[in-house]
């Protein structure tokens, strides 16, 4: 293989394959990205296992071929480059070349042969699901997805079709849950989405951590179809196919809380203010904090034996009795940065039950977060 490309497009395209290269798997060709170069065009593969990243970019070819290069270190080697263009060039011991104005560098590559199988999926059946509309959902969601292995059907975010012609994607860890139903627009219909997201369909986290990664909401429109247990999303020159989750997500409208009249308006950036300032000396482990209502006052206080007290009160539009709940304050923090409107609504309702957290300007949106003992 010997091609001619420029600095900037190759370390773009590089950049993109950088979160599924496993530097920490046992296999170590999963390291590495593969290169294929033939008819004008490079194209980089890179997996690991359950997540898969292929993208084309122009180059020219002088000699077709291919090899598999440590992906990370190719790519710091690229952005570092001075020039604007360079050169590789794969030598008969799969070394590659790289050449560029006074650099002159050999890397250790490892044959096409040895990387796992790539799929290519030329006559998948796709369909539309709006890049903005996707990553707004995930920026609401990911942040609840479970971490702990035990519970495999919670290490991802359940995407489903609803009844109600709705496109929703829930994320729970069994401390907070998080919700998000977007309308279809007026020229989309229901029956355009493969069937199986009636059911629903576990995203893992890995893999919706590189599409927030890697797609741009200023190019091309978001397509994906299904093939097997596979979701593949194709965004212009990029495919990403992730392995869905095994497994049954939970039914959430079982665990959220009744509509209270114990609701409160607050500014987020007030609440959000008031948890950096005390948890301050939030016990570590914990991270375990107050909060009350009574009247116009929104009380937040904790203390710790070995790190102190202290309490911030924010105005808050409440007409409900006094009450109060625990929470980590972690899991509040990470509640009001995923809301982005000016105001946000709270219903504590004791501190036993689950806390509702609403955007005031966004109703497609729900967060639950439940509270500790006080």
């Known amino acids: 293989m010997k091609i001619r490309i420029a600095r900037d497009t190759l370390s773009d395209e590089l950049f993109k394959v950088q979160g599924v290269t496993n530097q920490k798997s046992t296999l ?3 390291n590495n990205a593969l290169l294929e170069a033939r008819d004008g065009t490079l ?18 070819v002088l000699e077709a071929g291919s090899v598999t290069l440590q992906a990370k270190r190719l790519f710091d ?15 008969p011991n799969h070394y590659t070349r790289l050449q560029s104005g006074n650099v002159d560098s050999r890397i250790p590559g490892t ?48 995407l489903k079709m609803g009844d109600n012609k709705r496109l929703t994607m829930v994320s729970t860890d069994g401390h907070r849950l998080s ?28 893999g919706l951590m590189e599409l927030r990664r890697t797609l741009d909401v200023s190019g091309p429109e978001l397509t994906f179809g299904l093939q097997g247990n596979t979701i593949i999303f194709s965004h212009g020159n990029t495919t990403l196919s992730i392995r869905l989750i095994d497994g049954k997500f939970p039914d959430v409208d079982q665990v959220l809380p009744q509509e209270s009249d114990q609701k409160a308006r607050v500014r987020r950036e007030d609440l959000l203010h008031s948890l950096k300032f005390v948890s301050i000396v939030a016990p570590s482990k ?10 116009t006052r929104c009380e937040i206080h904790t203390q710790d034996p070995e790190q102190g007290e ?38 504590i309702i004791d501190t036993l039950s689950p806390t509702l957290i609403r955007d005031a300007e966004r109703d497609e949106m729900l967060f639950v977060v439940m509270p500790m003992r006080l």
């Open 286 to 295: 914990t991270g375990n904090v107050r909060v009350t209502f009574d009247g």
């Open 28 to 30: 170590l060709i999963l």
């Open 310 to 347: 202290a309490r911030e009160v924010v105005d808050i539009e409440y007409g409900g009795n006094t009450v109060k709940a625990g929470y980590n304050y972690r899991y509040l923090q990470d509640v009001l940065n995923a809301i982005d409107g000016e105001y946000v609504t709270m219903e």
């Open 111 to 158: 044959p096409a042969s040895e990387f796992p199988e790539v799929q290519t999926n030329p006559t998948l059946a796709t369909c539309h699901i709006g890049t903005a509309r996707l990553l707004d959902m995930i920026e609401k969601t990911l942040f609840s997805v479970s971490t702990d292995e035990g519970r495999p059907n919670l290490n991802g975010a359940l």
């Open 179 to 206: 919700r998000i139903q977007v309308p279809l627009a007026e020229d989309e219909e229901a029956s355009s989405f493969p069937e199986q997201l009636r059911d629903g369909l576990i995203i893992p986290r890995k």
């Open 77 to 91: 080697m690229v952005k570092n480059l001075r020039e604007a263009e360079l050169t590789l060039e794969t030598e």
């Open 43 to 60: 194209t980089i593969h890179a997996t690991d296992l359950d997540v898969s990243i292929s993208t084309t970019c122009a180059c020219e």
